[in-house]
């Protein structure tokens, strides 16, 4: 993420001035769970989700979380998570445009 689309996401969502982009993240909604691990394999895929955003995967690009949920296809989502200091926030945008563009809907 570039400086000016976090000072945007900043403004908009009325984020602390010092507040980082810590990445993209894969999230499950409904249990609330990041995606900490995973490997795809030949015979079998494995995924591993933690309930805490700090052991999350952070994927710097947005095409590598996309990449990974449409592999996963079982209501997982590609978020954006800041990093205020204390803690982090998740920010669910309404979409997110894959490496094709092409929408991929995350709600």
Same mark, same amino acid.
């Given at each position: 993420?570039?400086? %000016?689309?976090? $000072?945007?996401? #900043? =403004?908009?969502?009325?984020?602390?001035?010092? %507040? =980082?982009?810590?990445?993209?993240?894969?999230?499950?909604?409904? !249990? @609330?769970?990041?995606?900490?691990?995973?490997?795809?394999? @030949? @015979?079998? @895929?494995?995924?591993?989700? !933690?309930?805490?955003?700090? %052991?999350? #995967? $952070?994927? =710097? $690009?947005?095409?590598?979380?996309? $990449?990974?949920? =449409?592999?996963?296809?079982?209501g997982a989502i590609v978020a954006r998570l800041m990093d205020v200091g204390e803690r982090y926030i998740l920010l669910l945008p309404e979409?997110?445009?894959? #490496?094709?563009?092409?929408?991929?809907? #995350?709600?």
């Amino acid at each position: 993420m570039d400086f %000016t689309e976090r $000072k945007r996401l #900043i =403004k908009e969502f009325g984020l602390p001035k010092g %507040t =980082k982009f810590a990445g993209y993240v894969v999230h499950l909604e409904e !249990s @609330d769970e990041f995606l900490a691990k995973y490997h795809v394999g @030949d @015979d079998m @895929d494995g995924w591993w989700w !933690s309930e805490f955003p700090d %052991t999350a #995967i $952070k994927f =710097k $690009k947005l095409k590598e979380a996309v $990449k990974v949920i =449409k592999r996963h296809n079982k209501g997982a989502i590609v978020a954006r998570l800041m990093d205020v200091g204390e803690r982090y926030i998740l920010l669910l945008p309404e979409h997110l445009a894959d #490496i094709n563009n092409n929408v991929v809907p #995350i709600r």
